[in-house]
T-cell receptor
């Protein structure tokens, strides 16, 4: 079946621009996660949704980062007034339900470059 | 200190070698331990997970957890050039986030 998809795959933004990154989880997966992966590093947790409820946003680095999942399926990660330090790969993952955190399936990521 | 530490490598081995990849962790509350494989410009792919201590085998891959020493290992037997990738270990103690190591880059040459 279809895996997690993300769009766009690549995004170049000028410093100060707003960007929106989209994630389509695996159909039927209730839990959705966003991670940020800097070059040469492992993914770092940003935020987590259970259906449409954002249960943990402790990893969002600043109030410029905002995520939503209004209907409990597709999610959007928005970054306002992008800065160079926001350049990274943004990964989305989904799992069947809460309690299956160890079986997260990742999308290909969106590579964001802020110039 | 990061909660999960991993040697970034690179590790270069000949085809057919046994590869040993290792991580250490600091949080004794961690219960689940995962290994992901990540090819260049792709998302991480779940290889296997282990609950608590012990071994788990899947084909050429064996995952091992020693909670007494807080040590996580992945062994790859009969390594192939197609195994060349970055291997990420991850742990978790709750129901939402994974804590990843930095990843070890593996190259298997023919």
């Amino acid at each position: 079946g279809a895996g997690v998809s993300q769009s766009p795959r690549y995004k170049v933004a000028k410093r100060g621009q707003d960007v929106a990154l989209r994630c389509d989880p695996i159909s039927g997966h209730v839990s959705l996660f966003w991670y940020q992966q800097a070059l040469g590093q492992g993914p770092e947790f940003l935020t987590y949704f259970q259906n449409e409820a954002q249960l943990d946003k402790s990893g969002l680095p600043s109030d410029r980062f905002f995520a939503e999942r209004p209907e409990g399926s597709v999610s959007t990660l928005k970054i306002q007034r992008t800065q160079q330090e926001d350049s990274a790969v943004y990964l989305c993952a989904s799992s069947l339900e809460r309690g299956y955190v160890y079986e997260q399936y990742f999308g290909p990521g969106t590579r964001l470059t802020v110039t | 200190q990061k909660e999960v530490e991993q040697d970034p490598g690179p590790l270069s081995v000949p085809e057919g070698a046994i590869v040993s990849l290792n991580c250490t962790y600091s949080n004794s509350a961690f219960q689940y331990f995962m290994w992901y494989r990540q090819y260049s410009r792709k998302g991480p792919e779940l290889l296997m997970y282990t609950y608590s201590s012990g071994n788990k085998e899947d084909g050429r891959f064996t995952a091992q957890v020693d909670k007494s020493s807080k040590y996580i290992s992945l062994f790859i037997r009969d390594s192939q050039p197609s195994d060349s990738a970055t291997y990420l270990c991850a742990s978790t103690y709750n129901t939402d986030k994974l804590i990843f190591g930095t990843g070890t880059r593996l190259q298997v040459f023919p």
